[in-house]
């Protein structure tokens, strides 16, 4: 038990795993989405070396549990970037709260008591700073985050960016004939270009039982590796950990993922992850050898045509392909928020010293994107910077089917 508050409120933190279990059961009626699973976590702080111990926060009231805030200490580097160039990456010991983990009652009174012993433990020096993967700006918990803490203990430019989502109407027709008429016109024609120069050798595949895991997670590989997000060391990993989220989404019949195939070579992959009525993409990726053909595009309109296609079975109401504005995501979202990565700091020298280097990387980039974005230039230098990561050479429809060696080009972007 920790600490005794106002109202009847106190605090216990699980620190070991043992500890985690300890509240499976109450934790399981309320997560609600992969990231604050409690399987997925377990898996994640067992796997993951960076990972020092669980630091999942259980508020109870009059001695029973309350809310829960999904959190672990590790160590990590608070990446201040320029777009994608990273200014600083200072290494500290954080606090890191789930996105999606506050579960059970999210009231402001909890948000504001969770908030204050979070504050408690960076002062007594625990961790030299929390984050807080991005929470909805317009929630209670964002606003006590931002506002509880001493000034220059505060994240004062955290960064925001949308999130949405597509919630399904009535079929699949109705779907596409919600999206722009230029948008329908380019899906057509790109499905008009794969098929010329491809004929009969664009296939999908579709991937939903157990046995298919190793199949789907070699191929999906294949294409990963070439993509602009691992040279950003994100998206898809071949590792123990995904190995076991797609197995045990495998298992509860929640798996959704498809690969394209050209000529029989994986080229685009999209991966998804039924959590109860909503759909999570969880990664999609696509070789940018083929960017002049949107296959990326042509696999998600498949896979969303075959979500309704299942749909009398799993009875999906919204897919949300996660944060952020990509193309894809505006192409398909209805249903739009805003949520923001946000920080507190430990009145350390350390935690000080990684406020103001963030700060500085804010103040840097934040302008300078709006900026971008206002004259229309933001899309093209993302483009220019991820054509500049390894492996992302494009190939034009001409060379795609003029016999180039796939295994000359598989080479190439190694």
């Given amino acids: 038990m920790g600490n005794a508050g106002e109202c009847g409120l106190t605090i216990r933190i699980a620190r070991s795993i043992p500890e985690v279990e300890e509240v499976r059961g109450i934790w399981m009626q309320w997560q609600s989405n992969p990231t ?38 590790e160590r990590t580097k608070i990446s201040c970037t320029f777009g994608y160039l990273k200014l600083f990456q200072p290494e500290v010991r954080v606090f890191c709260f789930a996105h999606g983990g506050f579960l059970g009652n999210s009231s402001a009174e909890n948000s504001e008591f969770v908030t204050q012993e979070i504050v408690k433990s960076l002062n007594c020096g625990e961790a030299d700073a929390a984050r807080f993967d991005y929470l909805r700006s317009d929630s209670t918990l964002f606003e006590r985050v931002q506002g509880i803490p001493r000034i220059f203990c ?22 596409v004939t919600g999206l722009s008429k230029k948008e329908r ?21 579709c991937f939903r039982q157990e046995s298919q895991i190793d199949a789907l997670m070699c191929d999906t590989e294949a294409i990963a590796k ?31 993922a498809c690969i394209l195939y ?40 498949h896979w969303i045509q075959q979500v309704f296609e299942s749909n009398g079975l799993q009875n999906i109401s919204e897919i949300d392909l996660g944060p952020g504005d990509g193309r894809h995501k505006r192409l398909v979202n209805n249903h739009v928020w805003n949520e923001s990565l946000v920080y507190i ?42 054509s500049r990561m390894p492996g992302t050479e494009k190939t034009s429809p001409s060379q795609a089917s003029t016999g180039v060696p796939w295994s000359n080009q598989a080479r190439s972007t190694d």
């Avoid at 505060?154 to 960016?161: C, G, L, S, V």
């Avoid at 004259?375 to 483009?383: A, D, N, Q, V």
């Fill in 154 to 175: 505060r994240d004062r430019f955290a960064p925001t960016q949308p999130h949405g989502c597509l919630r399904l109407p009535g079929s699949y027709e109705e779907f």
């Fill in 36 to 73: 604050s699973d409690i399987d997925n976590y377990l898996s994640m702080v067992r796997l993951r070396p960076e990972i020092q111990r669980p630091h999942v926060m259980l508020v109870c009231r009059d001695g029973n549990i309350d809310s829960i805030l999904v959190g672990r200490l």
């Fill in 262 to 301: 050209l000529e029989d070579r994986p080229c685009a992959f999209m991966i998804g992850i039924r959590y109860g009525h909503t759909l999570h993409g969880t990664s999609m990726g696509f070789d940018p050898h083929f960017t002049d053909y949107a296959i990326g595009s042509l696999l998600l309109m």
């Fill in 185 to 205: 016109h380019n899906l057509k024609r790109y499905a008009r270009r794969v098929k010329a120069d491809f004929p009969e050798k664009m296939r999908i595949q």
């Fill in 345 to 386: 700091f430990a009145p350390t020298l350390k935690g000080l010293i990684s406020n103001f280097e963030r700060t500085v990387g804010s103040l840097i980039d934040q302008p300078a994107k709006k900026l971008l974005l206002k004259t229309g230039f933001l899309e093209k230098i993302k483009k220019g910077w991820r």
């Fill in 226 to 256: 070439k993509t602009y997000q691992r040279g950003l060391g994100v998206g898809f990993r071949i590792d123990a950990e995904t190995h076991e989220l797609l197995q045990r989404s495998a298992r509860k019949n929640d798996l959704h």
